[in-house]
């Protein structure tokens, strides 16, 4: 489905004419279905920290959850050994953890890290995600 402004069937809400997206409904905890439960409290810990920034959207899709102000700012893929994140920003960061990033548009890049403990949870991380959500809302 292409459309801009909130869909009719899925009630998600879009901020670009012609978003393409999909109406399916997810689970999220399906995502975590055969994975440690270490990859679950990550998760936990991750979006209660994120929550304090601002309002967002949560939305689960089938690979992945996304966290959108405006756009999406943020996704987190939970794969068996780690937490899988993605963040926007308007430059490609060079700086550990970040092991890898794509620029996607004329000013934006998404930036690529591993969550494996909860120390990894830390400021610097935090603020960089905070710095998307800005950027996006």
Known sequence: VEMTGTCPNCKRSFS??????SCEKHDMNDLFTNKP???????DELISQIKKIGPMDI????????????STFFSVNPEKTYLGIVFVRDEALDDFP???????SKNRWSNHVKIEDFDE??????GWIRDAYEICK
């Open 37 to 43: 439960a270490i990859i679950r409290d990550l998760y």
């Open 121 to 126: 949870i830390d400021k610097q991380l935090l």
């Open 16 to 21: 670009r004419n012609k978003q393409w997206h």
């Open 98 to 104: 970040v092991y890898q990033c794509h620029q996607y």
């Open 59 to 70: 939305h689960a899709g089938k690979w992945n959850i996304t966290l959108r102000s405006g």
